[in-house]
């Protein structure tokens, strides 16, 4: 069962404009959400994470909105930038426990020049 | 913020052969870390837990004797694939928690790509 759910697989977008990904929940238990960058045969590096008690996170960029009722989170890059090309993925746990971290499946962002 | 490094970062191996891979916590102890598979375009999947001084917990599906895990110290957490087939070339993945556990962060390293011919 997968319990977290991203989209779109792939993003197309042009320099300049605003990338969004989306990540849907199901296990309420879930208290931290982060969001980790991963450039062609590199690991992944943290991006920007939220927990439930706010709304909005915002880091340069970088936006998480998060929806509790929903049980839905989103990723937003402002003025998208060819360098920020990568795979995006989103995830969850639950807490603090970093076993329990749940990935997405994973949006390949290309951003053109 | 934290250095999680790994080593080697690709590999290419015989059929048959064992490989070993580190996962070193390079400014910080670790008494838990992770490994992760990674396939071309899908996402990272847990394979185990590695504990500093006890055995490793593995996920379902992965088979102990054949992606042994030993943790070594506080800082070093090795991954073997014993008896290496073409069907284990992956890219392997390491992290650990970060000094703030009750975040959940988790500090990868770069990775290793194994290659089976």
Avoid at chain 1, 98 to 105: D, N
Avoid at chain 2, 32 to 54: C, D, I, V
């Amino acid at each position: 069962q997968q319990q977290v759910k991203q989209s779109p697989q792939s993003l197309i977008v042009q320099k300049g404009g605003i990338s969004i990904i989306n990540c849907a929940y199901e296990n309420t238990a879930f208290d931290y959400f982060p969001w980790y960058q991963q450039f062609p045969g590199k690991g992944p590096a943290l991006l920007i994470a939220i927990r439930p008690d706010v709304s909005e996170k915002k880091e340069g960029r970088f936006t998480i909105s998060f929806n509790k009722s929903a049980k839905q989170f989103s990723l937003h890059i402002m003025d998208s930038q060819p360098g920020d090309s990568a795979t995006y993925f989103c995830a969850a746990s639950r807490g603090g426990s970093a076993r329990q971290l749940t990935f997405g499946s994973g949006t390949q962002l290309t951003v053109l020049p | 913020g934290a250095v999680v490094s790994q080593h080697p970062s690709w590999v290419i191996c015989k059929s048959g052969t064992s490989v070993k891979i580190e996962c070193r916590s390079l400014d910080f102890q670790a008494t838990t870390m992770f490994w992760y598979r990674q396939f071309p375009k899908q996402s990272l999947m847990l394979m185990a837990t590695s504990n500093e001084g006890s055995k490793a917990t593995y996920e379902q599906g992965v088979e102990k004797d054949k992606f042994l895990i030993n943790h070594a110290s506080l800082t070093l957490s090795t991954l073997t694939v014993t008896s290496a087939h073409p069907e284990d070339s992956s890219f392997y993945i390491c992290s650990a928690p970060g000094r703030d556990r009750d975040t959940g962060e988790l500090f990868f390293g770069e990775g290793s790509r194994l290659t089976v011919l």
